[in-house]
């Protein structure tokens, strides 16, 4: 069965400050991998998304993520912090080429708050 | 593109009376659409599975006479919480796919439901 693994439960940073997201999955194969931010009462936003080819994954609002097959990581990375990157965010497995009928599995979350 | 509406986005009502909440993809047809509940600080539980025309996969533990799931067509579903009770208060989120191989959802802004 696919898992998904955000070991922090809650993380505090700088604005301007870098940052750095894990997610560990288990999965018997490559998964396709996916992350979401989800502002308070709002749904999801997709980030990003990683199905094959270049490991190193661009998204939107300057987030990037690398999928790392060896050590089934594929952390969530953002060079300056924004304020506004106050949320939470969730990272995401599901099994490929299933025609969009699959189940996806959803991390239990990172709280991202931003300090001045 | 790809959006996925939800309405109402919160609503309040009486413990055992009847809650309709309304999922529609307003640029795509949505062959799949998924329910989740999201408890506070918790991350999304999938609810039950919808497939256009057929009727709903439900979850182990989620019980169907008390979540009616409708999808009568490519663009919209449903989910009716029957006789609602307190402890149904919750996040309720749709998502929407569509075929062609991958697994990517597109996700409606939720609906909070509080019950009194």
Not at chain 1, 88 to 100: I, K, L, T
Not at chain 2, 34 to 62: C, D, H, I
Request: net charge neutral.
């Amino acid at each position: 069965a696919q898992s998904v693994t955000q070991p922090d439960i809650h993380i505090t940073v700088s604005e301007g400050a870098s940052l750095e997201l894990r997610c560990n999955y288990s999965y018997g194969a490559t998964p396709y991998l996916f992350w979401y931010v989800q502002s308070p009462g709002q749904g999801l936003q997709l980030l990003l998304k990683y199905f094959s080819g270049d490991t190193l994954v661009q998204g939107i609002k300057g987030f990037e993520a690398e999928f790392k097959r060896s050590q089934s990581s594929f952390n969530l990375r953002k060079p300056s912090v924004h304020w506004s990157d106050a949320a939470e965010y969730f990272c995401a497995v599901g099994p490929p080429g299933s025609g969009g009928y699959q189940k996806v599995t959803f991390g239990t979350g990172t709280k991202l708050q931003v300090i001045p | 593109g790809a959006v996925v509406s939800q309405h109402p986005s919160w609503v309040i009502c009486k413990s055992g009376t009847s809650v309709k909440i309304e999922c529609r993809s307003l640029d795509f047809q949505a062959t799949t659409m998924f329910w989740y509940r999201q408890f506070p600080k918790q991350s999304l539980m999938l609810m039950a599975t919808s497939n256009e025309g057929s009727k709903a996969t439900y979850e182990q533990g989620v019980e169907k006479d008390k979540f009616l799931i409708n999808h009568a067509s490519l663009t919209l579903s449903t989910l009716t919480v029957t006789s609602a009770h307190p402890e149904d208060s919750s996040f309720y989120i749709c998502s929407a796919t569509t075929s062609g191989g991958y697994n990517e959802q597109f996700f409606g802004p939720g609906t909070r439901l509080t019950v009194l």
